[in-house]
């Protein structure tokens, strides 16, 4: 049995399906990479799991099963989720905005403040500035650092690297390295930059029209020639 | 020139206490909730029936007031506004519909002619000409004090801190582990607590009457308009300025124009700013 898996997964907007029976799975401490192109269901997989669309199918999570829990119980069973658009709390402090991810993990709040300040030292230099004065670098890491406030098991990053410079990009590469090297996070990060997904995960999904098309290691995939040049530049 | 401040300090903490109430629930809920002035009548007239009808303390009926003005809250949340889903129209028009059954309900049980209430607490204070009831100055001192405590709440609690998430971006508190509907139920309840405490006060400087529940609610409905937001300061500082301009007008130019300014202060912010003078959305 998996540490996370996802079994048959079909999601619905309204009666627009979105997600096609995707299966997946990941060992603990894994960091698995999803990719594909805009709109390929990359983020409605990862809001399925968090219980934010109606869906078919399974999610488990070391055997338990997530279908049917409300959001605010999946985060409380230790998944974290850090979305696309951030979703932060615009005219609160950065420290505030760590403190609302802490709502279900009121005993852990040293402990994580300190993980999130050791990942992201930026953070505690500005621990009272407005999230909505700051540049999107740090907004993402807010995210996460929100993400990790919650003390997630397992933790779904949806496109950290979208708009940054590629220096914020290797700190955010290097919180992920260290998320699951020092505190074994498992970690799905959903990513159309193909290149910064391969550098840190185990395996990858690939993912089109709510489909998975192909898994694998970055070497197995290396290898089709069509799915190289679509998504690996070579 | 004491007067007209003493007043308008007076009746402005008493406003930012009556405003407080909706403009939560417009912050969190991101609905208008017509029935608002209702928690106002049904306090007063809880007030009313405990304290000077049954002899209950002024204290145990302030309470009883609170947590009837909480009981409805509540029931308002569970009943219509969440089976209601997202409608802000349908919410709208049921709170509405609502307001005037409780109204019905109010004449059915104490009858449609006005009530005095006697004053919390009685005598005056004569300030170098000004004339200061000690009732007004208990619902002015007891609404900051209200109102400090809520700014508390809301800024160092994790259900307040909660809230303040809801109210700004809702997805992003649901992923954070908030269940929104509790902090949505919580927010009803206060707000009802609100509403009814001011309820007691409004009644303490005018009378019981069914039909008390419309002005509280226009001067609420202002408050947001003019704000154009859900912050507890911001709502302080727009009750003082309908407080003042109504305090202004009343002794300067004629009593009875005194609501009007309030209505006309509305209808010019809606064609001048229309997000408020302050158009952030934050409690």
Not at chain 1, 47 to 56: E, I, K, N, P
Not at chain 2, 17 to 27: D, E, K, N, R, Y
Request: aromatic share 8%; with cysteine; glycine share 12%.
């Amino acid at each position: 049995m998996a540490y996370l898996e996802i079994d048959g997964l079909s999601a619905f907007y309204g009666r627009a399906q979105a997600l096609f029976g995707v299966s997946l799975e990941a060992d603990q401490g894994d960091i698995i990479a999803v990719i594909g192109a805009n709109g390929a269901g990359k983020s409605t997989l990862f809001d399925s799991v968090m219980g934010l669309t109606r869906t078919q199918g399974d999610v488990r999570l070391e055997g338990e099963s997530l279908i049917g829990m409300g959001t605010s119980t999946i985060v409380r069973r230790g998944v974290g989720y850090a979305p696309e658009r951030f979703n932060l709390f615009p005219y609160m402090t950065v420290r505030d905005n760590l403190l609302v991810g802490a709502y279900t993990a009121r005993e852990d709040i040293q402990n994580n403040l300190e993980m999130v300040h050791a990942l992201f030292p930026r953070l505690k230099e500005r621990e009272g500035q407005e999230t909505s004065t700051q540049s999107g670098g740090e907004r993402q890491m807010v995210s996460l650092g929100r993400a990790l406030m919650t003390s997630p098991r397992l933790l779904f990053v949806d496109e950290p690297t979208i708009g940054l410079a590629p220096r914020v990009c290797n700190e955010i590469a290097e919180a992920l390295r260290r998320l699951r090297g020092e505190f074994g996070l498992t970690i799905l990060i959903a990513e159309q930059n193909a290149n910064f997904a391969l550098s840190l995960s185990d395996r990858i999904y690939v993912l089109e029209s709510g489909r998975v098309t192909a898994q694998g290691t970055h070497d197995e995939l290396s290898d089709d020639e069509t799915l190289a040049a679509a998504y690996f530049g070579h | 020139m004491l007067q007209i401040l003493i007043q308008g300090f007076l009746l402005s903490g008493l406003y930012a206490l009556i405003a407080m109430g909706f403009t939560l629930i417009f912050s969190v809920g991101r609905v208008l909730d017509l029935a608002y002035g209702a928690y106002l009548l049904i306090g007063g007239y809880t007030y009313f029936h405990f304290s000077q009808t049954l002899g209950f303390p002024a204290a145990a009926g302030l309470a009883l007031a609170a947590v009837v003005g909480c009981a409805m809250g509540l029931a308002k949340f569970r009943l219509i506004v969440k089976p209601l889903g997202g409608g802000h129209v349908a919410v709208e028009i049921s709170t509405l519909i609502l307001a005037v059954v409780l109204q019905a309900g109010v004449v059915l049980v104490f009858g449609d002619s006005s009530k005095i209430l006697l004053p919390i607490v009685p005598g005056v204070e004569r300030l170098e000409g000004a004339t200061v009831p000690y009732s007004n100055l208990l619902a002015a001192v007891a609404s900051w004090i209200i109102l400090l405590g809520l700014y508390c709440f809301v800024r160092f609690t994790h259900t307040g801190r909660a809230m303040q998430a809801v109210s700004m971006d809702a997805r992003g508190a649901v992923i954070s582990g908030i269940d929104s509907d509790r902090i949505n139920a919580i927010t009803w309840m206060i707000s009802g607590a609100l509403g009814a405490l001011g309820g007691v006060f409004f009644a303490s400087y005018t009378q019981l009457y069914p039909g008390m529940w419309v002005a509280p609610l226009i001067i609420s409905v202002a408050v947001v308009i003019v704000g154009g937001i859900g912050s507890i300061i911001g709502t302080l500082v727009v009750a003082h300025i309908v407080g003042f301009m109504e305090i202004t007008v009343s002794a300067l130019i004629a009593p009875e124009l005194r609501g009007v300014v309030t209505m006309l202060l509305i209808i010019g912010v809606l064609v001048l700013r229309p997000r408020g003078l302050f158009g952030r959305e934050e409690i």
